[in-house]
């Protein structure tokens, strides 16, 4: 761990309140997805919108949230992790009010734009300090100690929102996404420290050199594929489980929001297990465990959906396991592709998430157009990129190990 300057009364390193704290900023992504998808059926019917366009509003997320990662890392290389966190927090609790008062869907559609453009800044940022503070098995620990306190995000939300979406309608999810928001900003401005050392502050014009160098990095980019393919598998989940668990499977918002939440514990499990393993396996050895789990959960939802296609079980349940390999490797390979990069932690995390998040829209977008009567475009979905993610870390491993950070193998 790497000694910082705080004062006061800022978290300190090592310490389960910067965890929680780091934990709450990566969830607000989550949180600004997972607690409206129970209103995207209320929301088509109220702003007269199809299901295709009202799946927009989670793929312009996705692209505005791709972009804005390109732009925070490298701006936070230079001026520091904290200021740059607290503008595009405002950036996102602006456009979340926004979307609450959205007249038409092409509002909403803008504003979860320049939302994601906000939330962008959270969680790049937040895996940057983590960068900054700590390396190796220990990032990956960090990391998935985050990931299992943000994984109460897409247990507890849908919950929550379809209590909204039947209290009081689908604009009341975006006003409590904004509370959320406002919370996390008085966190950052009050609690947290500025991790970024002094002497590793890029000067100005250093973007671009930043960018070639984590792209010339093989090692790094094996990791960044690993990342997109189980990412994309969920998005492909989050993108099309509306519609398929409600209209095709006939469940209500109530009942998707408890199926959306069965399915996310495995998410939990597996980032606690991981937690534990980490720093006896090693971050590869957790990541073969996890892709290898990812796989085996897109084919048992394969072979369900072809044995019983009605059965809400057989989506859910495979989910979970995917979501439990998700857990397992998602942490460690971004802790993997990190890694080499301490002096351009901002510029590397950005690429990570823009790479991560683009793949997740493009595969959002080709499987809600797909889908019909049935849930087989939303399974095959998830199964092919769990399956890749699987067989890029079982044909990479030898440029994971070969290029570690400063030319030593990774751990």
Not at 55 to 82: C, E, N
Not at 134 to 154: D, H, N, V
Not at 372 to 379: F, K, L, R
């Amino acid at each position: 761990m790497k000694e910082i300057v705080s004062t006061t009364n800022m978290l300190r390193p090592d310490t389960p309140a910067l965890t929680a704290l780091l934990a709450l900023l990566t969830a607000v992504g989550p949180l600004s997805v997972d607690l409206y998808l129970p209103s995207l059926p209320a929301i088509g019917a109220a702003l007269d919108a199809t299901p295709a366009a009202v799946q927009l509003t989670i793929s312009f997320y996705l692209v505005g949230f791709a972009a804005g990662q390109l732009v925070y890392g490298p701006l936070s290389d230079r001026f520091g992790r904290k200021p740059v966190m607290l503008a595009a927090l405002v950036i996102f609790c602006g456009a979340t009010l926004a979307c609450a008062a959205a007249p038409s869907i092409t509002a909403l559609i803008g504003g979860r734009a320049l939302q994601a453009l906000g939330s962008a800044g959270a969680i790049v940022l937040a895996r940057a300090v983590v960068r900054d503070l700590y390396e190796g098995p220990r990032a990956g620990r960090e990391l998935s100690l985050m990931a299992m306190i943000m994984g109460l995000a897409p247990v507890i939300a849908p919950l929550i929102g379809s209590g909204l979406q039947a209290a009081f309608g689908w604009r009341a999810c975006f006003l409590f996404i904004f509370a959320g928001g406002a919370l996390a900003t008085a966190a950052v401005r009050w609690l947290l420290p500025e991790t970024l050392r002094p002497s590793l502050h890029q000067p100005g014009g250093g973007v671009a050199k930043s960018f070639a160098v984590v792209l010339s990095h093989r090692g790094a980019l094996a990791h960044v594929a690993i990342i997109a393919g189980g990412f994309g598998g969920l998005f492909a989940f989050i993108s099309a489980s509306p519609f398929v668990l409600q209209t095709v499977h006939g469940l209500s918002p109530f009942g998707f929001g408890l199926a959306f939440a069965a399915a996310s514990l495995g998410y939990i499990a597996g980032t606690s297990l991981a937690a534990k393993l980490v720093t006896r396996l090693g971050l590869d050895r957790t990541i073969g465990w996890g892709t290898a789990t990812l796989a085996v959960g897109g084919l048992a939802m394969i072979a369900a959906t072809a044995l019983a296609p009605t059965a809400v079980a057989g989506i859910v349940l495979p989910m979970m396991l995917y979501l439990a390999g998700l857990g397992l490797a998602m942490p460690q390979a971004l802790a993997g592709a990190l890694q080499p990069f301490p002096e351009r932690a901002g510029a590397a995390s950005s690429l990570i998430g823009a790479v991560q998040q683009a793949t997740a829209a493009v595969l959002g977008v080709l499987v809600v157009r797909a889908l019909g009567a049935s849930a087989w475009p939303m399974v095959l979905g998830i199964a092919l990129p769990g399956m890749l993610a699987f067989a890029v870390w079982a044909t990479t491993r030898e440029a994971r190990l070969r290029e570690g950070p400063h030319g030593r193998a990774s751990p």
